[in-house]
Nanobody, 124 residues
Framework: QVQLVESGGGLVQAGDSLRLSCAAS????????MGWFRQAPGKEREFVAA?????????YYADSVKGRFTISRVNAKSTVSLQMNSLKPEDTAVYFC????????????????WGQGTQVTVSS
């Protein structure tokens, strides 16, 4: 079992930056792929970013955030972060941290473990 707790959400203006963090507890964190999804009001949940487990740490981003968001992890601290720069009003959503032993399953949105979410609101 893996527990995930997100933090760092808030209200910012367009063009600002925000950093989300996700603290994981439970099984061996370093072996898990980690990711972020988001869900805006009235819309389906969508993929944002993911990072593989192990020593590789390869990253993958949705086109809508590529070049603006950066996902990273610190295995020694069992944390994964999402640095969000140049925020836009369309980035407003609840952001969820996810974890899974299988990277493809995570990217598809079927990860076994999910956090409760943190609200990000970007005003214009």
């Amino acid at each position: 079992q893996v527990q995930l707790v997100e933090s760092g959400g808030g209200l910012v203006q367009a063009g600002d930056s925000l950093r989300l963090s996700c603290a994981a507890s439970g099984r061996t964190f370093s072996n898990y792929a980690m990711g972020w999804f988001r869900q805006a009001p009235g819309k389906e949940r969508e993929f944002v970013a993911a990072i593989t487990g192990g020593s590789g740490g390869s990253t993958y981003y949705a086109d809508s955030v590529k070049g603006r968001f950066t996902i990273s992890r610190v295995n020694a601290k069992s944390t994964v972060s999402l640095q969000m720069n140049s925020l836009k009003p369309e980035d407003t959503a609840v952001y969820f941290c996810t974890a899974d032993s299988l990277y493809p399953r995570l990217v598809k949105g079927s990860a076994n473990y999910w956090g409760q979410g943190t609200q990000v609101t970007v005003s214009s």
